[in-house]
């Protein structure tokens, strides 16, 4: 089958999509949703803004996402652990008009108004009366990144960059036979819309998508992970997707041989730096996980590991399509799939200064080997200059810190010292007269310009709701530093 638009997609799907243990839809209940909203946003939408979308997973996500693909409208997912600011932000920069939502009383305080409905569907469709100007042309959907700082970046993608990366998933897998796929994280991420939804849709897979709080997932920063084993059991999932500290909580909630593990043929684990210990201890569960690699630019997925090609401690070899290579400064390349533009730069008129199949920066440090496995060093970004003129990637002694199981979170700074400082937070606070210990072993790893030679350990946890953590699990390295530096004691705090 070739699938060269988000129509063809939704035209050939057979498979079924599942909210609940009683909510099974065949896919001609999909099509029914979808056109139900294309008469609906095509009668009452404005031409060339965009539609929002707040809401939890469910099959009218799915059905507004397709609709909107359809009509070409410009969709912006809008991630329910953003704050009120950020979403501001977010509806301001995109110029969103429609907002679909199942959060009334929110979306009211955003600044959207109640209209009449007429659509039989569990979601309120409300409107802003006033306009913040148009969406640039060919746009299908717009990403915003929590990014490092308080105000989201706006990714542009077009529906050919989206069904193509769809596509190389779909040929990754496709030897596993992947017949029921789980969705665990929001619908708005763009790594589960992409691989999630549209990659199963074209495998002709099955699409679980209960509400999140029944996968585990509370907000941003809350997970319960046997309420997730459970429900990866009670739908017998075949493939799912994971953060790293998922996938950690997952491991330490459950022992090697747990039968609510049996039916996944394929665990991909991204979003951030894998500890290699974390990667280990998931091969002694005996567990099919694999670390990808990729990046809102490029439309997500650029690289992952699979049962024919998987290499632990890499991030696997570019999928289908895609070319990588790095540069004399370690800096990772991308060439064959990559965004239209950041949408503030097309809001003020200036073109993407990449061609499509140009080579992509992407702001990362890594490896390539001679069979084509790509592995991950860090940001360029956060590249450490000591005192003695070592270029240190801190992500290669945090990797190490939290490789020791006894670490949640690890933090490490060093620019322009003679030593590093690693910020720590304990998984267990009664494990503290270890850390000694563990650094001990940690630093036996390391050469000695980049051994930890100080160290803080941090009670409260590197959080979203903190400031210290990405919604994705990504520390926030200037704000930590700037909460902590101070008290470089050595003591608890």
């Not at 050939?12 to 294309?38: C, H, M, S």
């Not at 108004?113 to 969406?135: E, F, I, N, Y």
């Not at 570019?318 to 990772?332: A, C, N, R, Y």
């Not at 097309?346 to 199949?357: D, F, Y």
Request: net charge negative; aromatic share 6%.
């Amino acid at each position: 089958m070739r699938f060269d638009s988000f129509h063809s997609l939704l035209e050939q799907y057979k498979g079924e999509i599942q909210e609940g243990p009683n909510r099974k839809f065949d896919a001609d209940t999909l099509r029914g949703q979808v056109k139900a909203w294309i008469t609906h946003l095509s009668q009452n939408h404005p031409l060339g803004q965009a539609v929002g979308i707040l809401a939890d997973n469910s099959l009218a996500w799915l059905a507004v996402d397709l609709a909107c693909a359809n009509l070409d409208i410009a969709l912006v997912p809008l991630p329910a652990f953003f704050t009120d600011e950020q979403l501001k932000h977010a509806i301001r920069e995109a110029g969103i008009t429609t907002l679909v939502t199942d959060q009334g009383q929110r979306a009211q305080q955003l600044g959207f108004q109640l209209t009449p409905r007429d659509l039989d569907a569990p979601m309120l469709v409300l409107r802003k009366l006033q306009l913040d100007g148009s969406t640039p042309a060919q746009i299908q959907k717009i990403t915003f990144t929590s990014g490092t700082t308080g105000e989201p970046k706006g990714v542009c993608l077009s529906e050919t960059q989206q069904l193509a990366v769809a596509e190389g998933l779909m040929h990754a897998t496709e030897s596993l036979g992947i017949k029921r796929h789980l969705c665990l994280l929001p619908l708005g991420v763009l790594l589960e819309n992409i691989a999630g939804v549209y990659a199963p849709m074209m495998a002709g897979a099955d699409i679980i998508c209960p509400p999140l709080a029944q996968t585990g997932l509370k907000g941003a920063a809350s997970f319960d992970a046997q309420q997730c084993l459970d429900t990866i059991a009670s739908y017998r999932a075949e493939s799912i997707i994971l953060l790293p500290q998922m996938l950690m909580a997952l491991l330490q909630a459950s022992t090697p041989g747990d039968a609510r593990w049996q039916s996944l043929k394929f665990i991909a684990v991204g979003g951030g730096k894998v500890p290699i210990g974390l990667l280990t201890l998931a091969k002694w569960f005996n567990l099919p996980v694999y670390e990808g690699y990729g990046l809102s630019e490029c439309a997500s997925v650029v690289c992952l590991n699979t049962p024919e090609n998987n290499r632990l401690g890499t991030v696997g070899k570019p999928i289908l399509g895609v070319e990588v290579k790095v540069d004399s400064d370690q800096e990772i390349w991308v060439k064959g799939r990559h965004f239209s533009g950041y949408l503030h730069d097309l809001k003020a008129g200036k073109a993407n200064s990449l061609v499509q199949g140009e080579w992509l920066p992407t702001g990362d440090l890594g490896k390539l080997d001679a069979e084509g496995y790509l592995t991950i060093h860090g940001r360029k970004k956060n590249l450490i200059i000591t005192g003695f003129g070592r270029n240190i990637s801190p992500e290669w002694p945090e990797g190490l810190l939290l490789s020791t199981g006894l670490f949640l979170q690890a933090a490490v700074f060093g620019e322009g010292k003679t030593g590093l400082t690693a910020m720590l937070v304990l998984r267990d606070t009664r494990d503290a007269n270890k850390v000694d210990e563990a650094l001990q072993q940690v630093n036996q790893q390391l050469p000695d310009y980049a051994r930890i030679a100080e160290h803080l350990v941090i009670s409260e946890p590197f959080s979203f709701s903190n400031g210290l953590c990405t919604a994705n699990g990504r520390i926030r390295r200037d704000a930590i530093w700037h909460a902590y530096n101070s008290q470089l004691n050595g003591e608890t705090v």
